[in-house]
């Protein structure tokens, strides 16, 4: 959760369109104009494209710059180090508290455990949803689906009384569980695993039904196979989601030895604001993984801004 | 086999198929029962409540909700999220609506310069907020760039010294989160726009070019109008994420909102409530007022745009 999780938009695909050949010109006078007027339009479109692509990647290459200064040098405005040096690097290893390494593993032990359980738990109760006949099956979705109207701010109060009942707001390791806990199973991937196993025919089922498997058996064997995708998606989105999480993690963990990425740069900004070579090599540490996996899969991030809506 | 056999065959399979289905729901829900629904209620069990973690606990009745009402601290809280919302928002549908009309001409590159603008909303809040620190603290990069392309003196003119610090001072603190806000969001939104951009038939612009409507014409006359569905739909959007305010402002002002509280917004009033002065009820209590002005502006947004994510 980024500060806000927007409800779920309506269904538009967004696919990124490849680029078109340019339509042939048309006839006459008019369309000489028209492409008079349609070269300076286009040579203005790129001037502001091209300013905006800077305006957004300028700050990120300034962070893996400065990265590489020393503290008084990150104050002057040279784009090359001088001198170079990796003191940023070292002291975000080795001299903050917690360090890189650390913060790092806190993030993927709380961000795969957030992905396993919505795997597991999407895809189940998709299914039940989707497949299978029971009492109450509509009246229970509708409730689930109505959650998303429930925003976190509201129920962090209760939630982190919960907990504390619970024994999960602690110093000890099960408190890791009660951020895994609070995101585990996030509505929007149960809806995205219903969708998609009400999209798969039935007669793959019915061969199954025919061979004397029960419905879990078919659950596992027949229908989890062939929702790759899906998987793919809820894997993504929740990862993502819980990697740059900050909301629930500032609550919840309460050992620093425990803090994840986010968490641990809002403490160092409280703390040292004058090591920004430090400071950079976390963002770039809490940026990078979610980057990486953006280049493998962007299709899936493109979805899902159709399926999650918006950070505030 | 008999009819007999069979139907009760079909009785145990349809007996089957309802326990596998309550057992595939099963933790699911039970997390939904606790943590929302249960959550819900026992928030408005405690808003009645003085109720902290240390301390006595006394029925206060609606008293919470009338502290609410006169204390100054919350009302700055919403004149914040307020002003943060009735700026960003606009702000952040003009830049992604003016990103999509761009992109949406069939230039080359295209691919690049959607993902360069959905890059910024890759990276987590807490990354980027401490970045926009760096850039905009007193000798960082926005300050150096304008001293270097001879902007001072207009900004001296406007009252902002050379050394200006923009999330320090009380009075440029909020329209800085602002912009970091618009910028790393305007990707997201322009997302949005192609979409409805690209429902708009090739027909209504090929008619205006043969009425002689020029770029600015057609995009005030047609475009802008035909996107009345996207522009509720987005806005909406952004509205009732706006009034979630919480972590960009947590991590430039601190707990305390500073400078001078002008970063506390709604969200971070409740957590310092909750967290810093043990006033849980109370937190619950604001928590509810939140939460009835969102859910209002959901509906609202529902009533507009179908019931039913369906994707």
């Known amino acids: 959760m980024t500060g806000a999780a927007a409800p779920p938009p309506p269904a538009a695909p967004v696919v990124p369109a490849a680029p078109t050949p340019p339509r042939p010109a048309a006839q006459g006078d008019v369309a000489i104009a028209g492409d008079r007027g349609r070269t300076i339009r286009r040579a203005i479109a790129y001037v502001l494209l091209v300013s905006y692509a800077l305006l957004m990647l300028v700050p990120f290459a300034w962070q893996v710059i400065t990265s590489f200064k020393t503290d008084r040098d990150a104050l002057r405005l040279t784009v090359i180090p001088d001198p170079f040096t990796l003191q940023g690097w070292e002291k975000g290893f080795l001299t903050l508290d917690p360090s890189i390494p650390q913060l790092f593993f806190n993030s993927v032990i709380v961000a795969a455990g957030v992905t396993i359980s919505n795997l597991v738990l999407a895809s189940m109760a998709g299914y039940a949803f989707a497949r299978l006949r029971f009492p109450g099956r509509e009246i229970l979705f509708l409730a689930i689906l109505g959650t998303l109207m429930i925003p976190d701010q509201l ?8 907990e504390r009942q619970l024994g999960l707001i602690t110093r000890e390791p099960q408190n890791y569980l009660g951020v895994v806990l609070v995101l585990a199973i996030e509505a929007q991937q149960l809806f995205l695993m219903r969708q998609y196993f009400l999209s798969i025919p039935r007669d793959l089922e019915e061969a199954a039904k025919i061979d004397g498997a029960g419905f879990f058996t078919t659950f596992l064997r ?24 900050f909301f629930w993690p500032l609550l919840i963990l309460q050992d620093q030895g425990h803090w994840t990425l986010p968490l641990g740069l809002f403490q160092f900004t409280q703390e040292f604001l004058s090591f920004w070579p430090a400071l950079m090599s976390v963002t770039i540490a809490a940026i990078l993984p979610i980057l990486v996996i953006y280049l493998f899969f962007q299709r899936y991030f493109v979805a899902s801004v159709a399926a999650s809506g918006v950070k505030g | ?39 819900m209620l026992y928030a408005a069990y405690i ?23 006169s204390d100054p601290i919350f009302w700055k809280a919403v004149t914040n999220t307020i002003y943060y919302v009735a700026i960003w928002v606009p702000l952040t549908m003009a830049l992604g609506l003016f990103l999509a009309v761009i992109v949406n001409q069939k230039l080359r590159g295209q691919t690049f ?3 360069a603008f959905y ?36 900004f001296e003119a406007l009252g902002f010294p050379p050394n200006h610090n923009w999330l320090g001072s009380s009075r ?15 990707g997201t939104v322009m997302l949005f726009y192609l979409t409805f951009l690209q429902t708009i038939g090739k027909e209504v612009y090929e008619a205006a070019a043969i009425d002689g409507a020029g770029a600015w014409q057609t995009f005030r006359r047609i475009t802008f109008p035909l996107l009345r569905p996207a522009h509720f739909f987005v806005g909406t959007l952004l509205l009732i994420g706006g009034l979630k305010l919480f972590d960009q402002a947590i991590i430039a002002g601190g707990r305390g909102g500073e400078p001078n509280n002008s970063l506390t917004t709604i969200v971070l009033f409740i957590y310092r409530a909750a967290i810093t002065d043990n006033e849980f009820g109370f937190a619950a209590a604001v928590g509810l007022v939140l939460f009835v002005l969102i859910f209002t502006l959901t509906l609202i947004q529902r009533r507009l745009f179908g019931q039913e994510p369906s994707w």
């Open chain 1, 155 to 162: 129920r962090f109060v209760p939630v982190y009384l919960i």
């Open chain 2, 172 to 186: 440029t603190a909020m329209n800085s989160i602002i912009i970091l806000n618009a910028w790393t969001t305007s």
């Open chain 1, 222 to 245: 027949v229908m989890l196979p062939l929702a790759g995708p899906a998987l793919a998606a809820v894997s993504i989105l929740a990862f993502q989601g819980a990697w740059n999480g």
């Open chain 2, 1 to 39: 086999m008999t009819a007999g056999t069979a139907s009760r065959g079909v009785r145990g399979e349809r007996r089957a198929e309802m326990l596998t289905g309550y057992a595939l729901v099963a933790i699911p829900l039970l997390l939904y029962a606790t943590l929302f629904f249960g959550a």
């Open chain 2, 113 to 115: 310069f959607r993902a």
């Open chain 2, 119 to 154: 890059f910024p909303t890759l990276a987590s809040s807490a990354a980027i907020t401490v970045v926009w620190l760096f850039l905009l603290q007193p000798d960082g990069l926005f300050n150096g760039i304008r001293g270097a392309i001879g902007l001072n003196p207009v």
């Open chain 2, 47 to 69: 808003s009645l409540w003085r109720w902290g973690l240390r301390g006595p606990r006394n029925f206060l009745g609606f008293g919470n909700y009338e502290d609410i009402l």
